[in-house]
């Protein structure tokens, strides 16, 4: 599976959009990028994923760059109910439903 | 419709116990994963269950045993438990096959703390 590499934390005001960051340089072609967060004290929550197009949903979007080495996840306004750990994973789907969770972004959605 | 339930939800064990922690997939699901928390190192996929098959397993001890029943409930066991078996422990299920198809449901977790 491929590494990838996001900020620890991140701040955001409320309202406006939250871009959340994540490089995976090592992804190879059968690599999806996936989504989720963990707010505090709950379990995490699945949010988007992709391949190579761009992906939208009623919670977020996904940008992928063409070369596929980095992705943006944004939220577009965010709420404090945002606040949470964001987790950006990269992998193939040959791995059934295991996923491979690194350290995350901390956003904090500030009033 | 009813999300991923886990038992108990806290539970306080001492060195050298067991314990056992339940799952009840969310209704027609037939994928079962498992997953550990701990703050120094984070989340840890222990195993996962399709239709009663453990198809993938994580990089943990024996200690640590899982299965999964016909209705798609499953179980998780620690054996000999050691002070840094405390932890969250997170069960998700899925109606697909392949992380990539569907997205994967967690519950609230059961918290171990062990003595």
């Known amino acids: 599976d491929a590494k990838t590499t996001q900020p620890p934390s991140m701040d955001c005001a409320e309202g406006r959009a939250a871009n959340l960051p994540c490089n995976h340089s090592?992804?190879?072609?059968?690599?999806?990028v996936y989504w989720y967060r963990q707010i505090h004290s709950q379990g995490p929550q699945y949010i988007i994923h992709?391949?190579?197009n761009n992906e939208t949903n009623e919670m977020a979007s996904l940008i992928i760059t063409e070369d596929r080495k980095s992705s943006t996840l944004i939220l577009p306004h965010a709420t404090l109910r945002d606040t949470a750990v964001y987790y950006c994973?990269?992998?193939?789907?040959?791995?059934?439903?295991?996923?491979?969770f690194g350290g995350g972004t901390r956003l904090m959605v500030k009033p | 419709k009813a999300g991923v339930t886990q038992t108990p939800r806290y539970l306080i064990k001492t060195r050298g116990q067991q314990v056992t922690l339940s799952c009840s997939p969310i209704?027609?699901?037939?994928?079962v994963s498992w997953y550990q928390q701990t703050p120094g190192q984070g989340l840890q996929f222990l195993f996962e269950?399709?239709?009663?098959?453990?198809?993938n397993k994580g990089n943990f001890p024996g200690r640590f045993s899982g299965r999964q029943f016909s209705n798609s409930r499953s179980e998780m066991n620690v054996s000999t438990l050691e002070l840094g078996d405390s932890a969250l422990y997170l069960c998700?299920?899925?109606?697909?096959?392949?992380?990539?198809?569907?997205?994967?449901?967690f519950g609230e977790g059961s918290r171990l703390t062990v003595l």
């Open positions: 998700a299920s899925s109606s697909t096959g392949r992380v990539n198809t569907g997205e994967l449901f």
């Open positions: 090592t992804i190879s072609g059968n690599e999806y």
């Open positions: 992709g391949l190579k």
């Open positions: 994973i990269a992998q193939n789907n040959n791995a059934g439903n295991m996923l491979t």
């Open positions: 209704s027609g699901h037939r994928s």
């Open positions: 269950y399709f239709s009663e098959t453990q198809r």
